[in-house]
């Protein structure tokens, strides 16, 4: 059973920064890959960022460019910067975790990964 707790979150104006965290707990941290996802109200939660076991990133169109995930495997904690913040990143983000086999692959759907954190609110104001 791995427990993801994040931290991190709250209000900030647009153009700022915030960086988030998700401490694991529970597992092999070093084994797994990670994903943050995030949910602004009365939509579906979508893929943010994604780092793999071997230090692979992925990112969502929308955040390219303005967010970093990474991890410190030594912490057992993952990362995400994000910069430049739009009224339109507005969430609870999620961070969650998957196995990964091979390093090599990025994981990008919600029904990909085993564990979920509890959320922490972003709010982005203009």
């Known amino acids: 059973q791995v427990q993801l707790v994040e931290s991190g979150g709250g209000l900030v104006q647009a153009g700022g920064s915030l960086r988030l965290s998700c401490a694991a707990s529970?597992?092999?941290?070093?084994?797994?890959?990670m994903g943050w996802f995030r949910q602004a109200p009365g939509k579906e939660r979508e893929f943010v960022a994604t780092v793999t076991r071997s230090g692979g990133t992925y990112y969502a169109d929308s955040v390219k460019g303005r967010f970093t995930i990474s991890r410190d495997n030594a912490k057992n904690t993952v990362y995400l910067q994000m910069n430049s913040l739009k009224p339109e990143d507005t969430a609870v983000y999620y961070c969650?975790?998957?196995?990964?086999?091979?390093?090599?692959?990025?994981?990008?759907?919600?029904?990909?990964?085993?564990?979920w954190g509890q959320g922490t609110q972003v709010t982005v104001s203009s």
């Open positions: 969650a975790s998957s196995r990964d086999y091979s390093g090599r692959v990025y994981f990008t759907s919600l029904d990909e990964y085993d564990y």
């Open positions: 529970g597992g092999t941290f070093s084994s797994y890959a």
